[in-house]
């Protein structure tokens, strides 16, 4: 029997998904704690909580990543594209970008507390700085490398500044960005975990060790769960994204 | 005057605070409608020539006048480059329509002269792919029609045929020229092939290195006759232009 190329995915898929729910199936018999329940024992208490409060404490997490993801980019891509393109300015920012990138964002964390309180402010800011660092540089870099052979070409179709960035300075960074959007999805979440854990009581990063404190174990694992599948879904909606706006990289 | 006229061009990068020389005192002109060609050693300045030419370039001395006007000012020349240009990331379709959407014509208007300048090409079945998914010669062609489409009087192209394989280069040669009959266009295209040169060439620039001028102007008649690739004449000015291009390279090391 023949199987098209979806189907396969579909199957490779699944049987990842198997393997891993064996996994800590195993792992959880191994240990033997409270601490780490059984696969079926999380799942049930997932589904029992997707009533009560955790769904209200997802919306609230997938807020703040949503809109931190979204002003990164507006923000980043844009000044990216500008440094990258520009040599003068990429000369004048790049010491000041050389010197801040490595430092580690998270740091400034209580600053933020108290500049800009504990609602979501501080928290959105935080992520977004942190992503925005990944996509102006990642940005950057890919404009900056973009053979000239493309510019030229469209500057000989008589294109102005504006059609530059719209026809190959975007479309031809596209691919790289996407690529440190999803990137910095895993930072984003990492963060968001670690600002949701001080001076709130809303989000999934406080229901995970609200549990934890508590000792419900199987509804921490519920929460912890419930992050996991949030970042798949926005990272299959970056895959998506890839798949209609690149697919010129692969044809 | 003739339709392309330059006369004592000059131009310099500048690169890490040392000026080098690219082009002193050019000389050259092209009447409307006719082919030229340019030949010359590798680094001579025969690109450089071409951007000032399509008004990419405008830090140059001396006068360079198309139809009486500056390039910048003027529309009318068209670039085509050595690796075509192509956009990657759009179609054959998008890559074509780019110039009109720049100028910003509207969306019917365009859609038309597309379909109907890829039907002339014989790329309409193609529109669809992108550049990657072309052979060279198709890609000249699409690089050909993007250029067309936006009317221009003169067609600059660099090494235009240099990455085909022999049979595609001549039916490229002779596609061009059919071009060139059909159209009043006039063609300024550079090569490093010198049989090309003489298939094509009406009037014939050799360039030296070191920087580039041209040393020799050849008044082609055999240029545009499909029969003329085997007569004795054409082999003779061929032979002529070799020693020429070898006696120079010799000097100029
Ligand atoms: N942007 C630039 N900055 C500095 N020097 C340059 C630049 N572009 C070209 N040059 C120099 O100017 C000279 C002419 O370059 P050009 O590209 O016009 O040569 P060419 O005749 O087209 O060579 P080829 O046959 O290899 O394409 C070369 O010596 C090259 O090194
Ligand atoms: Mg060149």
């Known amino acids: 029997m023949r199987v098209n190329g979806l189907t396969k995915k579909a199957i490779h898929l699944l049987s990842a998904v198997v393997f891993l729910l064996l996994s800590w199936q195993v792992l959880s018999f191994i240990l033997d704690t409270p601490v780490f329940p059984p696969p079926f024992a999380a799942f049930t208490s997932l589904f029992h909580s997707m009533n009560s409060d955790l769904m209200i404490h997802l919306k609230v997490s997938f807020y703040r990543i949503a809109v931190s993801l979204i002003i990164a980019t507006i923000v980043g891509v844009p000044m990216g594209l500008w440094i990258g393109k520009n040599k003068r300015v990429d000369a004048i920012s790049a010491p000041l970008i050389y010197l801040t990138y490595p430092v580690p964002k998270i740091v400034f964390l209580p600053v933020f507390l108290i500049l800009m309180g504990i609602g979501n402010v501080s928290k959105i800011v935080m992520i977004t700085l942190i992503v925005f660092y990944q996509i102006l540089v990642t940005t950057r870099d890919a404009a900056k490398n973009l053979q000239k052979e493309y510019i030229l070409s469209v500057r000989s179709l008589r294109a102005n500044e504006r059609d530059l960035y719209f026809h190959v300075y975007f479309p031809a960074c596209l691919p790289a960005i996407l690529t440190s959007l999803r990137l910095g999805l895993g930072t984003a979440m990492a963060v968001l975990f670690l600002v949701e854990t001080y001076a709130t009581r809303e989000g999934i990063g406080f229901y995970i060790m609200d549990s934890w404190s508590s000792l419900a174990y199987e509804q921490m694992f519920a929460g912890i769960i419930a992050m996991g599948l949030m970042g798949f879904l926005i990272y299959l909606l970056l895959d998506a994204c890839e798949k209609i706006l690149c697919s010129w990289v692969n044809p | ?253």
């Open chain 2, 1 to 253: 005057m003739d339709y392309l006229s330059i006369s004592s061009l000059q131009v310099d990068y500048n690169h890490q605070k040392k000026t080098n020389p690219a082009l002193r005192n050019v000389n050259l002109s092209l009447p409307r409608g006719s082919i030229g060609a340019i030949i010359g050693p590798s680094g001579c300045g025969k690109s450089t020539l071409l951007s000032v030419l399509a008004g990419l370039n405008q830090d140059y001395k001396g006068q360079v006048l198309l139809n009486g006007k500056l390039p910048k000012e003027t529309g009318e020349a068209a670039l085509i480059l050595q690796e075509y240009g192509l956009l990657p990331w759009k179609t054959v379709w998008d890559n074509v329509k780019l110039g009109l959407q720049i100028k910003g014509l509207s969306k019917t208007e365009t859609a038309d002269k597309v379909e109907q300048i890829l039907n002339k090409l014989g790329l309409f079945s193609l529109r669809k792919r992108f550049p990657t998914q072309l052979s060279g010669g198709q890609r000249q062609r699409v690089a050909i029609a993007r250029s067309l489409i936006l009317q221009p009087e003169l067609l600059l192209m660099d090494e235009p045929f240099s990455s085909l394989d022999a049979l595609t280069r001549e039916e490229m040669q002779d596609f061009l020229l059919q071009l060139w009959k059909e159209t009043n266009l006039t063609i300024l295209f550079i090569t490093h092939n010198i049989e090309e040169a003489v298939f094509l060439g009406q009037k014939i620039f050799v360039m030296s290195e070191c920087p580039g001028t041209i040393i020799r102007e050849y008044v082609n008649p055999l240029a545009g006759e499909y029969s003329a690739r085997g007569q004795l004449e054409f082999l003779e000015i061929s032979n002529s232009l070799r020693s020429c291009l070898r006696g120079r390279e010799k000097t100029c090391v």
